[in-house]
């Protein structure tokens, strides 16, 4: 019994097994290079498992349970570098200059600099070779302890998910940041550590400072993509700016349709049950088509350097789409056909959404004023309808038939004002915020037969306000 246990221990503790590895980064001159971003890559795919940035003294640490992987170490200027993270610990590596990047910096900018400031890392944009980036994302994930993502997310290496904001106004729409260009960013903000200001979930912050807008008249671009794989993709966005002095306006208009986004799945399913031996064999297809449009207009106006002002409205419509999947399933009993089970799901969704945001961003003397207003106002259907047929081995069989609709609806405010003050070599914050949000929901479905569901209509009123009081120094 005792072996019996020993050897129990080891297989845990080997099942829970964890790799550390550390390392150092140097650069061509031999000296520790702080802020260089280490991620690691799962195979084969690539795709993002965590991350960490080296310190001051150029080193990282990485501890994971996986034992295959790539490490990537990446950092402006330098040639990113890959190396399979089970030869990478106690490896100092030495980073690589970037002779095609480093020759535009000669001519056209510098190398970008990480400085704390107030509560955040601080990455100069501005007048270095980031503005050369191309995309918002590409530049991001240069930035030291970041790593964008294709859809438009941004982590922070070791916090996780973050909240982005644009000069001071929190990104509702991930799609926003692939409409900006690494050249008009001024400065980038990480927060590791989130202060009273943020809600309680919130694992890190990144704050985009945009410079003033250069230039003057009326200009556009458009997009057009399209795929086909199973049925054809096609998604276009349209913008249009207009500039003139301190004023800024943009218009998007994004449309497209999706068709047949199919899955096929087949699956066996055998058990024992006493001297019974049931086997179930099934198949599952599905497919969905959607289309939908999202216009929206953005307006920012700077007074100066010390005041400025805009909004932002997006209309989110979608008009329809559709899922539409059959499930067969044949049982078995001792290798014996006993009945056939068919299943028809139809389900569709509509919804209307209204994304609305005010701001001000302004400073008198050295306090600073940031003030948001948010107003999110949607309607959605979803109506749905199952059949299902069971075919026994006489030839019977029973039909059910089942519809649905749910009709829901949501109308929310929330309003956040924010005054910082120097003080004491630190700053002061006192701030406060109110949020609103009226929620209906309304469920009904008619069945063939009587089913254990009721039909349903809720309704949830909610207000809150909170303040707080934050010093940092």
């Known amino acids: 019994m005792a072996v019996l246990m020993t050897a129990l221990m080891m297989t845990m503790m080997a099942s829970a097994k964890t790799l550390d590895v550390s390392g150092k980064v140097i650069d061509e001159n031999g000296d520790p290079m702080p802020y260089v971003n280490v991620v690691l890559l799962s195979l084969p795919d ?6 960490n940035v080296t310190d001051e003294q150029g080193i990282f640490r990485i501890v994971t349970d996986k034992n295959d992987g790539l490490l990537k170490l990446s950092c402006m200027g330098y040639e990113t570098q890959y190396i399979k993270i089970h030869e ?12 095609k990047i480093l020759s535009e910096v000669v001519v056209k900018g510098t190398l970008p600099r990480t400085h704390a400031k107030g509560d955040a890392m601080r990455t100069t944009v501005e007048g270095t070779i980031l503005e050369k980036a191309g995309t918002v994302s590409d530049m991001l994930s240069k930035v ?3 790593e964008a993502e294709r859809d438009g997310g941004v982590k922070v290496l070791g916090r996780g998910d973050a909240e982005v904001y644009i000069n001071g106004r929190r990104v509702l729409d991930e799609k926003e940041l692939s409409r900006l260009r690494s050249d008009q960013i001024q400065y980038v903000e990480v927060v590791h550590n989130p202060g009273a200001r943020y809600a309680a979930s919130t694992k890190a912050v990144v704050r985009i400072q945009l410079k003033k807008a250069q230039g003057e008249g009326f200009s556009f671009q458009d997009y057009v993509s399209g795929v086909y794989q199973y049925g054809h993709t096609i998604t276009n966005n349209l913008d249009m700016n207009y500039r003139t002095g301190g004023l800024d306006i943009t218009g998007s208009f994004w449309a497209g349709r999706y068709g047949h986004a199919k899955s096929f799945q087949a699956n066996n399913l055998v058990y024992q049950m006493g001297p019974e031996r049931y086997e179930g064999v099934s198949t599952q297809d599905s497919k969905n088509v959607w289309k939908g449009w999202s216009p929206q207009l953005q307006v920012n106006y700077m007074l100066n350097e010390n005041h400025s002002i805009g909004a932002f409205y997006k209309y989110d419509h979608h008009p329809g789409s559709e899922y539409n999947g059959k499930y067969y399933t044949d049982n078995y009993i001792n290798g014996e056909y006993m009945e056939r089970s068919e299943s028809h799901i139809w389900q569709g969704d509509r919804f209307r959404k209204h994304i609305f945001n005010a701001y001000y961003n302004g400073k008198a003397g050295n306090l600073s004023i940031d003030m948001n207003v948010d107003g999110l106002f949607d309607k959605t259907t979803t109506p749905g309808r199952t059949t299902e047929d069971t075919k026994a081995e006489d030839g019977s069989t029973i039909t059910r038939d089942i519809e649905s609709n ?4 949501n109308n929310f405010w929330a309003s956040k004002l924010i005054l910082s003050y120097p003080l004491w070599k630190g700053n002061l914050s006192l701030g406060g915020e109110y949020s609103h949000n009226h929620r209906t929901d309304a469920y009904t479905y008619n069945a063939s037969e009587a089913l254990p569901v009721k039909t349903t209509d809720t309704e949830i009123k909610e207000s ?10």
């Open 406 to 409: 749910t009709k829901s609806s």
């Open 144 to 146: 030291p302890s970041l």
């Open 88 to 99: 990478a610990d106690g490896l100092t590596i030495q980073m690589a200059v970037d002779s």
């Open 46 to 51: 690539s795709a993002f498992v965590q991350g």
């Open 464 to 473: 809150s306000t909170a303040a707080f009081a934050e010093y940092g120094r």
